[in-house]
């Protein structure tokens, strides 16, 4: 009798903990999806606008090399292929 009253005690805290975990899980995942999600409706504190760096490289501040990158940058499109990359995509024999 005295081990089923310890069992069962057992049983009651290792369900109280392993509860505990699972909720505390899920407050961390429902905290960094809220988290996350804020990051993406506010603009980055360091952003420039193509004006901007239009001016920086007129100015002599910034190479065109470097205003290429960051105008590719600001409107999200992907870097240019390097020399060598456009062959390796073709097909064999073609």
């Known amino acids: 009798m005295a ?6 005690r057992f049983l009651l805290v290792a369900g109280a903990l392993v ?7 899920g407050a961390v995942v429902v905290a960094r999806k809220a988290h996350l999600k804020s990051l993406g409706r506010r603009p980055p504190a360091e952003a ?5 760096l239009q001016e920086l490289r007129d100015a002599g501040q910034i190479s065109q090399e470097e205003f290429s ?26």
């Open 19 to 25: 509860a505990t975990a699972l909720l505390l899980a």
């Open 48 to 52: 420039f606008s193509l004006e901007q």
């Open 69 to 94: 990158f960051l105008r590719r940058q600001a409107l999200n499109l992907p870097p240019p292929e390097q020399k060598g990359q456009a062959d390796m995509k073709r097909a064999p024999g073609t």
């Open 3 to 8: 081990l089923a009253v310890v069992y069962g």
